[in-house]
């Protein structure tokens, strides 16, 4: 099984071990670092979706409120207050989707899909169908 730092070589990105990627916007041409989502991070920004519920029912500030947690610094400054005004008043939609793009590809994901071979022997690959026969297959 191969670590995390060998598969983002295999994607060409040096570093990673500090959970802290350079990225530069393709249409802005602006320096960002981000970084991948922790279990912490999903907390704090589902918490702060519920106070902004609070004082604006029909918000929907979800992705611009990722973006804040997901950014740590804009052209080297890692001012907090400096990201949020940033993704609130200059953050192109093109950027945005780009920058996601980039941290899908980025992200390591299991892969639930087997090598299967066909009557013609082609290997085609098939999903693993994770669902309640799965886990109890009497079910």
Same mark, same amino acid.
């Given at each position: 099984m191969e670590t995390f730092n060998e598969y983002l070589s295999k994607k060409g990105i040096e570093g990673g071990s500090k959970n802290e990627f350079h990225y530069t916007l393709p249409?802005?041409?602006?320096?960002?670092?981000f970084k991948l989502l922790t279990h912490g991070d999903e907390q704090a920004? @589902?918490? #702060?979706l519920k106070g902004l519920k609070k004082i604006?029912?029909? &918000? @929907?500030? #979800?992705l611009s409120t990722r973006m804040k947690?997901?950014?740590? &610094?804009?052209n080297g400054d890692y001012e907090k207050s400096t990201v949020r005004e940033f993704v609130d008043t200059k953050l192109l939609a093109r950027d945005s989707r780009a920058l996601r793009n980039n941290i899908v590809d980025?992200?390591?994901d299991v892969e639930l899909t087997f090598d299967y071979e066909n009557k013609n022997g082609d290997f085609v690959?098939?999903?693993v169908p994770i669902n309640l026969n799965f886990f109890w297959p009497d079910a």
């Amino acid at each position: 099984m191969e670590t995390f730092n060998e598969y983002l070589s295999k994607k060409g990105i040096e570093g990673g071990s500090k959970n802290e990627f350079h990225y530069t916007l393709p249409t802005s041409k602006i320096e960002v670092t981000f970084k991948l989502l922790t279990h912490g991070d999903e907390q704090a920004i @589902s918490s #702060e979706l519920k106070g902004l519920k609070k004082i604006n029912k029909n &918000s @929907s500030a #979800e992705l611009s409120t990722r973006m804040k947690h997901i950014i740590t &610094s804009i052209n080297g400054d890692y001012e907090k207050s400096t990201v949020r005004e940033f993704v609130d008043t200059k953050l192109l939609a093109r950027d945005s989707r780009a920058l996601r793009n980039n941290i899908v590809d980025l992200q390591p994901d299991v892969e639930l899909t087997f090598d299967y071979e066909n009557k013609n022997g082609d290997f085609v690959k098939i999903p693993v169908p994770i669902n309640l026969n799965f886990f109890w297959p009497d079910a």
